[in-house]
């Protein structure tokens, strides 16, 4: 509901300060307070060397502090690319992950990612742990309880007509030549069992051109209308 304070949570290549735009647009749009998980591309490299635990650690000590003060019980978790991964883990269920159980799933009342790729690509370094999300934590697992799961996906770049975009989709899709982000393609971005959304012109980062924090007229093409103030989109902000 509008007012529940949202948590950011960033992908393996990006900073903090990348996402204060989309935080500052995410703030007008729902009236609450929007904050930033103070996860880095360092820990995201020592992830893969040490597994993923200190990352979920860093997005429980994001959701404590959105609530400390608030007098909601919940938050909105916005995962974007990896990030996304993180935040299922951090909603967890039964199986324990890293040799700890993660409940999350009592303290968040919408998961929304952002170009995440939660299909197992056929190879690279996620290519594990994207695997062990989904065999623990598989689809939009606590969706029956009321969890709100929307993942969205861009289609900015055809790899039928980009070899770069080409690659990187073969990494999800044996053939490639599909729409996609510029990273993800569409088919891999999209949970199973949880509200999709397909986003025309958007692509994975601000590196290859209008993503999905860009600005208020992006983000309000995903953004849930019951979440807004008043229900209006806000102005621009710096890409």
């Known amino acids: 509901m509008p007012g529940e304070p949202i948590v950011i949570v960033g ?14 647009v995410l703030g007008e749009i729902s009236g609450s307070e929007v904050h930033v998980a103070p996860i880095t591309p360092i820990d995201w490299a020592a992830g893969y060397l040490r597994g993923f635990g200190q990352l979920v650690f860093e997005v429980a000590g994001a ?12 938050v909105v978790l916005v995962g974007h690319s990896a ?14 992950y ?6 999350g ?17 056929a190879r690279g370094r996620l290519a594990d742990p994207i695997s062990r999300v989904n065999d623990l934590f598989p689809g ?28 990187r ?7 490639g030549r599909t729409e996609g982000d510029g990273v993800v393609p569409v088919g891999a971005a999209l949970l199973p069992g949880s509200e999709t ?6 692509h994975h980062n601000r590196r290859l051109g209008r993503w999905y924090g860009s600005d208020g007229e992006a983000v309000g093409r995903w953004w849930p209308e019951e979440r807004r103030v008043g229900g209006s989109l806000v102005g621009d902000v710096r890409p």
């Open 11 to 24: 992908g393996a290549t990006q900073w903090p300060g990348n996402y204060r735009g989309l935080a500052d």
């Open 63 to 74: 959701v404590d502090r959105a609530l400390l003060g608030s007098e909601a019980k919940k």
């Open 83 to 96: 990030g996304g991964l993180a935040c299922r883990v951090f909603i967890g269920g039964d199986p324990p």
């Open 98 to 103: 890293g040799g700890r159980r993660y409940s």
């Open 105 to 121: 799933h009592r303290r968040v009342s919408a998961l929304i990612t952002l170009g995440t790729p939660h299909a197992t690509p």
């Open 140 to 167: 939009a697992l606590h969706a029956g309880s009321g969890l709100r799961y929307l993942s969205v996906a861009g289609s900015a770049v055809d790899g039928s007509s980009s070899a770069r975009a080409r690659r």
């Open 169 to 175: 989709y073969e990494g999800f899709d044996e053939d």
């Open 197 to 202: 959304l397909v986003v025309e012109g958007l």
